[in-house]
């Protein structure tokens, strides 16, 4: 099983960019599917990048185009890249498996953009 460990997250204005970080402890990272999720102030949280043990990926609508999960096997780690963010990007993000059977959660690191 992954524990996951995020970091990255900052206060950027928008338009700006920022890499988030994902360092997992554990074994078999490799094997899982791996995700980005957020959750924003009174809202749940949503899955909004993930990435197969292959390295194929899907992304939410809201963050296509400008957000670009990947993933180092070697390292154990998982990455997100966001550009060209935006207000309503403000969230914790948090990363985990993908799937039915979550691992428990890290704490997750703040995204706050600025108008």
């Known amino acids: 099983q992954v524990q996951p460990v995020e970091s990255g997250g900052g206060l950027v204005q928008a338009g700006g960019s920022l890499i988030l970080s994902c360092a997992t402890s554990?074994?078999?990272?490799?094997?899982?599917?791996m995700g980005w999720y957020r959750q924003a102030p009174g809202k749940q949280r949503e899955l909004v990048a993930g990435i197969t043990s292959r390295g194929s990926t899907n992304y939410a609508d809201s963050v296509k185009g400008r957000f670009t999960i990947s993933r180092d096997n070697a390292k154990n780690t998982v990455y997100l890249l966001m550009t060209s963010l935006k207000p309503e990007d403000t969230a914790v993000y948090y990363c985990?498996?993908?799937?039915?059977?979550?691992?428990?959660w890290g704490q997750g690191t703040q995204v706050t953009v600025s108008s």
């Open positions: 554990g074994s078999g990272f490799s094997i899982y599917a």
């Open positions: 985990n498996t993908v799937g039915p059977a979550p691992v428990p």
